[in-house]
């Protein structure tokens, strides 16, 4: 009972869509009629309103990070695990929005932040110096996620950590199939680039 509790709160957390009420709130409109149709920080961006895309990163970040840490402080650590995981699902696919959601990169990074930093960080430090070389956001992203099972495998050997990562990595390749074919195209926009 206490997983079905811990996951139907990560989920209705991770469910929050931050970058389309913030973009709503000013002005912008719904996002999903800007760019790529997604509500995450990286479409957000097209919008040119950098302070709204970092607010909607942070935002999302948040989710899965409050979601493990609040678990953590009544629950344990698998339980957790659970919490953060479906904070992601909720990112992914929220009731609200007839579950058509971002595709869980800040979601991911910040429950991993929470759950196990140094993996989180080590994703957030592969992230970067990706987007700097290549200037692609869903190549970063591919790349620090993919990359978070074998991570939290040599830093922790925790099967569980390493299972749910693999999880996580998973949903985060499935959510991003168009930009996995574009990016095999050389179609991928460029990070702040308007569409």
Request: glycine share 12%; charged share 15%; hydrophobic share 50%.
């Amino acid at each position: 009972m206490v997983y079905f509790i811990a996951g139907l709160f990560g989920y209705l957390l991770g469910s929050i869509p931050f970058g389309l009420v913030l973009c709503k709130v000013f002005g912008l409109g719904d996002i999903r009629d800007i760019g790529s149709g997604n509500i995450g920080a990286t479409n957000v961006l097209r919008t040119g309103n950098k302070p709204l895309a970092l607010a909607t990163l942070l935002l999302d970040s948040g989710k899965g990070a409050i979601a493990v840490l609040l678990t953590l402080h009544f629950l344990d650590y698998n339980v957790a695990l659970i919490a953060g995981f479906f904070a992601l699902i909720g990112h992914c696919f929220p009731v609200w929005l007839k579950f058509k959601g971002g595709k869980g990169v800040a979601t991911t990074l910040g429950t991993l932040l929470a759950l196990a930093w140094p993996v989180g960080l080590s994703a957030c430090a592969i992230w970067l110096g990706m987007a700097l070389i290549f200037r692609i956001s869903s190549l970063a992203a591919l790349v620090a996620i993919g990359l978070t099972p074998l991570l939290s495998h040599y830093i922790y050997n925790d099967p569980n950590l390493s299972g749910i990562c693999a999880l996580i990595a998973a949903l985060v390749y499935i959510k991003h199939r168009e930009n996995i074919k574009r990016l095999f195209k050389g179609e991928e926009p460029k990070i702040g680039k308007k569409k």
